[in-house]
C-alpha cells in the first residue's frame, strides 16, 4: 500500500511537473533566428493535420518558413461532433498555429490568407487575405523554392441544388457553431404559441445525410443531446424529436468491419435513429429533402435540421493546379502524387493529405504520417546538399487502427493486431476512444480545455442556450 501511495504521489508531483512545464513553454517562447537569403524557402499550404505534423518536424535551421492558411488555428477535428452538441466547446479543440510556429529554430512567417493560384513555372502563388477586415495590401505574390500543399478538402456536393443554401456540413468550426445554433432555432421554434403539429415534426426532424464517419458520429453526437438533455428541458417536445441517417450505400461506415457495422445498426435501432440505407438524396430544397429510397421509389423527407457529410471533393485551388498541369494530373479526385509525395507534373511541389488521391483514405492519421515523412525528407535533402550521403526512401503509411463514437457512451474499434484486425466495441472502447483522442491532442492546454469540458457537461449538462 505504501509502495502505491508513493507511486500515487510521483505520478502526481510529474504530471504538476508536466503541466507546468508545458505551460510556461508556450507562453514564453525563445528568441529565434531571422530568415536567412542563403536559405531556400518552403512555403506551407494549410494549417491542417498535414501542415502542422509538418511544421513540427521540418528543421528550420535549414529552411525558411512560410505558412499560408486562411486560418490561423489547428482543428482537432476528431472532437468536431462533440462541439456541435456542446459536449465540447469549440476553443477547446482549437490551437492557434503561432502557439506552433513561434517555438521554431527559426522565426516562421504566417499570413492568414487563401491561397488563391499556383504558377510552378515562376514558382510563385498569389495570395488574398479573405478576412473582414483588410489594410492597404489585400492581394499579393509569394516566391517559394519548395511548396508544400496541404490544403486539404471540400464538402461533396455533387452539384446538387439546396445543398450548400439549406444544409449545414461538418468540417469546419464555423460548421459545428452553425449546427449548434440552427438546432436550436428548430427546438424553440417547434415550442412556439399555437405551433401547426406538423410542422412541430418538421422542426424537430433532424435528418443527416452520408453513414460515413462523420454522419454516424454527429447523429450519436445529437442523439445522446436529445436524451440527456434536452428532453430534460423541453418535456413537451421529448416525443416528438426524430433523427435519421440517410445513406446510399446498403449499410453504414463501410470502412469497418461487418460486426462493427451491425452493432453500429443495432446501437442506432435501440437509440431510436432510423437509418435509411440504400437511400440517395437527389434534391434538396428548404424544408424536404427528395430521395430515391430501396425500392426506386420518390420521397418526400421534411426536415427541420439537415447535415450533410457525404465525403469530399477538390478544392477550387486544387483544381486550379491540377488543370495547369493536366498531362500528368489525370484524377478528378485530387492531387496525384507519387511515393515522395511530388506532385507529378509540378517540379518541387509537394502535397500531402485530404487534397491528395491515393491508395489511403482522407484522414487525419494519413495527413499526419505524410507530414513528418515530408519533414524527414527536407532534412535528408538538406544533409544531400551538405555532400553528406544521404537516401530518401519512399513513404510507407502504419494504420494505427479506425475509431468511431456511436452514441450512449459507445464507441467502435478496428485494431490492427498481430498480421490481423480486431473489432471491439461498446463502453470500454468509449473509454478507450476518449484516452486515444486526449492523448493525440496537440497541446496540454486542449487536453486540459478537453477534460474540463467533458467533466462540465457530466455535471451540469450541456447548456441549451442558443448561441
Ligand atoms: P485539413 O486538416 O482539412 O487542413 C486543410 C488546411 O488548409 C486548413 O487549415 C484550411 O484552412 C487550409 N486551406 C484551405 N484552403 C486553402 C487555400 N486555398 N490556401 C491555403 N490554405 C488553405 N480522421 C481521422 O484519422 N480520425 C478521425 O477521428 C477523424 N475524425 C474526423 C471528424 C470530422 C468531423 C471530420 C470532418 C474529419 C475527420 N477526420 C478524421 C478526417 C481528418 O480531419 C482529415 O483527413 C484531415 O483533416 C486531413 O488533413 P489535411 O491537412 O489534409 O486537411
Ligand atoms: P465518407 O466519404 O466516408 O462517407 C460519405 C457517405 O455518404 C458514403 O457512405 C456515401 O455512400 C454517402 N452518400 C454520398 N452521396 C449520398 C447521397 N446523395 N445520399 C445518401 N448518401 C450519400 O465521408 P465522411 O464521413 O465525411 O468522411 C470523410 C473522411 O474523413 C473519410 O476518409 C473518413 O474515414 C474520415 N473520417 C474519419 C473519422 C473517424 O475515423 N472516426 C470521423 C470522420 C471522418
Same mark, same amino acid.
Given at each position: 500500500?505504501?509502495?502505491?501511495?508513493?507511486?500515487?504521489? =510521483?505520478?502526481?508531483?510529474?504530471?504538476?511537473?508536466?503541466?507546468?512545464?508545458?505551460?510556461?513553454?508556450?507562453?514564453?517562447?525563445?528568441?529565434?533566428?531571422?530568415?536567412?537569403?542563403?536559405?531556400?524557402?518552403?512555403?506551407?499550404?494549410?494549417?491542417?493535420?498535414?501542415?502542422?505534423?509538418?511544421?513540427?518536424?521540418?528543421?528550420?535551421? #535549414?529552411?525558411?518558413?512560410?505558412?499560408?492558411?486562411?486560418?490561423? &488555428?489547428?482543428?482537432?477535428?476528431?472532437?468536431?461532433?462533440?462541439?456541435?452538441?456542446?459536449?465540447?466547446?469549440?476553443?477547446?479543440?482549437? /490551437?492557434?498555429?503561432?502557439?506552433?510556429?513561434?517555438? *521554431?529554430?527559426?522565426?516562421?512567417?504566417? &499570413?492568414?490568407? /487563401?491561397?488563391?493560384?499556383?504558377?510552378?513555372?515562376?514558382?510563385?502563388?498569389?495570395?488574398?487575405?479573405?478576412?473582414?477586415?483588410?489594410?492597404?495590401?489585400?492581394?499579393?505574390?509569394?516566391?517559394?523554392?519548395?511548396?508544400?500543399?496541404?490544403?486539404?478538402?471540400? +464538402?461533396?456536393?455533387?452539384?446538387?441544388?439546396?445543398?450548400?443554401?439549406?444544409?449545414?456540413?461538418? *468540417?469546419?468550426?464555423? #460548421?459545428?457553431?452553425?449546427?449548434?445554433?440552427?438546432?436550436? $432555432?428548430?427546438?424553440?421554434?417547434?415550442?412556439?404559441?399555437?405551433?401547426?403539429?406538423? /410542422?412541430?415534426?418538421?422542426?424537430?426532424?433532424?435528418?443527416?445525410?452520408?453513414?460515413?464517419?462523420?454522419?454516424?458520429?454527429?447523429?450519436?453526437?445529437?442523439? #445522446?443531446? =436529445?436524451?440527456? $438533455?434536452?428532453?430534460?428541458?423541453?418535456?413537451?417536445?421529448? %416525443?416528438?424529436?426524430?433523427? !435519421?441517417?440517410?445513406?446510399?450505400?446498403? +449499410?453504414?461506415?463501410?470502412?469497418?468491419?461487418?460486426?462493427?457495422?451491425?452493432?453500429?445498426?443495432? !446501437?442506432?435501432?435501440?437509440?431510436?435513429?432510423?437509418?435509411?440505407?440504400?437511400?440517395?438524396?437527389?434534391?434538396?430544397?428548404?424544408?424536404?429533402?427528395?430521395?430515391?429510397?430501396? +425500392?426506386?421509389?420518390?420521397?418526400?423527407?421534411?426536415?427541420?435540421?439537415?447535415?450533410?457529410?457525404?465525403?469530399?471533393?477538390?478544392?477550387?485551388?486544387?483544381?486550379?493546379?491540377?488543370?495547369?498541369?493536366?498531362?500528368?494530373?489525370?484524377?478528378?479526385?485530387?492531387?496525384?502524387? $507519387?511515393?515522395?509525395?511530388?506532385?507529378?507534373?509540378?517540379?518541387?511541389? &509537394?502535397? @500531402?493529405?485530404?487534397?491528395?488521391?491515393?491508395?489511403?483514405?482522407?484522414?487525419?492519421?494519413?495527413?499526419?504520417?505524410?507530414?513528418? &515523412?515530408?519533414?524527414?525528407?527536407?532534412?535528408?535533402?538538406?544533409?544531400?546538399? /551538405?555532400?553528406?550521403?544521404?537516401?530518401?526512401?519512399?513513404?510507407?503509411?502504419?494504420?494505427?487502427?479506425? =475509431?468511431?463514437?456511436?452514441?450512449?457512451? *459507445?464507441? @467502435?474499434?478496428?485494431?490492427?493486431?498481430?498480421?490481423?484486425?480486431?473489432?471491439?466495441?461498446?463502453?470500454?472502447?468509449?473509454?478507450?476512444?476518449?484516452?486515444?483522442?486526449?492523448?493525440?491532442?496537440?497541446?496540454?492546454?486542449?487536453?486540459?480545455?478537453?477534460?474540463?469540458?467533458?467533466? *462540465?457537461?457530466?455535471?451540469?449538462?450541456? %447548456?441549451?442556450?442558443?448561441?
Amino acid at each position: 500500500l505504501r509502495a502505491l501511495k508513493r507511486v500515487v504521489q =510521483l505520478g502526481t508531483v510529474g504530471a504538476i511537473g508536466y503541466g507546468a512545464y508545458e505551460i510556461y513553454g508556450k507562453r514564453h517562447p525563445l528568441e529565434q533566428k531571422p530568415f536567412d537569403p542563403k536559405k531556400r524557402t518552403v512555403v506551407v499550404l494549410g494549417s491542417g493535420w498535414g501542415a502542422v505534423s509538418f511544421l513540427k518536424s521540418i528543421n528550420t535551421d #535549414d529552411y525558411n518558413v512560410m505558412v499560408v492558411s486562411p486560418r490561423n &488555428y489547428f482543428l482537432f477535428t476528431p472532437l468536431l461532433p462533440s462541439c456541435t452538441v456542446g459536449t465540447i466547446e469549440l476553443r477547446s479543440i482549437m /490551437e492557434p498555429i503561432r502557439f506552433i510556429t513561434q517555438h *521554431k529554430s527559426r522565426n516562421v512567417k504566417f &499570413y492568414e490568407s /487563401e491561397c488563391t493560384d499556383i504558377d510552378p513555372e515562376s514558382k510563385t502563388i498569389s495570395i488574398t487575405d479573405v478576412s473582414d477586415i483588410k489594410g492597404s495590401v489585400s492581394n499579393t505574390t509569394v516566391h517559394y523554392d519548395y511548396l508544400v500543399m496541404a490544403v486539404g478538402a471540400d +464538402n461533396q456536393t455533387f452539384g446538387m441544388a439546396g445543398v450548400r443554401e439549406f444544409a449545414c456540413f461538418l *468540417k469546419e468550426i464555423w #460548421d459545428a457553431q452553425k449546427i449548434r445554433t440552427r438546432l436550436m $432555432d428548430c427546438v424553440e421554434s417547434a415550442g412556439f404559441a399555437k405551433q401547426a403539429p406538423e /410542422e412541430v415534426d418538421r422542426l424537430l426532424h433532424m435528418v443527416v445525410v452520408g453513414g460515413g464517419p462523420t454522419g454516424v458520429e454527429y447523429a450519436a453526437e445529437l442523439h #445522446d443531446f =436529445l436524451k440527456d $438533455d434536452l428532453e430534460v428541458w423541453y418535456p413537451e417536445l421529448a %416525443d416528438k424529436f426524430r433523427i !435519421t441517417l440517410v445513406e446510399a450505400l446498403p +449499410n453504414v461506415l463501410p470502412m469497418f468491419s461487418s460486426q462493427l457495422i451491425q452493432y453500429t445498426e443495432s !446501437t442506432f435501432k435501440q437509440n431510436k435513429i432510423e437509418v435509411l440505407t440504400k437511400t440517395m438524396v437527389k434534391e434538396v430544397a428548404d424544408k424536404e429533402i427528395k430521395v430515391m429510397d430501396a +425500392n426506386k421509389n420518390l420521397v418526400s423527407i421534411p426536415y427541420g435540421l439537415l447535415v450533410w457529410a457525404t465525403g469530399n471533393c477538390p478544392r477550387p485551388l486544387t483544381r486550379k493546379l491540377m488543370a495547369r498541369i493536366k498531362e500528368a494530373q489525370t484524377s478528378p479526385r485530387g492531387i496525384l502524387v $507519387d511515393d515522395y509525395m511530388r506532385v507529378a507534373g509540378a517540379p518541387d511541389i &509537394y502535397a @500531402i493529405g485530404d487534397c491528395t488521391f491515393s491508395k489511403y483514405a482522407p484522414t487525419a492519421q494519413v495527413a499526419t504520417q505524410q507530414g513528418l &515523412y515530408l519533414a524527414s525528407v527536407f532534412e535528408n535533402l538538406a544533409r544531400i546538399e /551538405e555532400g553528406q550521403n544521404k537516401k530518401i526512401t519512399p513513404f510507407e503509411y502504419s494504420h494505427q487502427g479506425s =475509431l468511431a463514437y456511436i452514441g450512449s457512451d *459507445k464507441a @467502435i474499434a478496428d485494431l490492427p493486431f498481430l498480421n490481423g484486425n480486431v473489432s471491439v466495441g461498446g463502453v470500454a472502447t468509449y473509454v478507450f476512444w476518449r484516452s486515444v483522442y486526449i492523448s493525440n491532442m496537440f497541446s496540454f492546454r486542449n487536453r486540459f480545455l478537453v477534460v474540463g469540458d467533458w467533466m *462540465k457537461s457530466k455535471v451540469f449538462g450541456r %447548456d441549451v442556450s442558443r448561441e
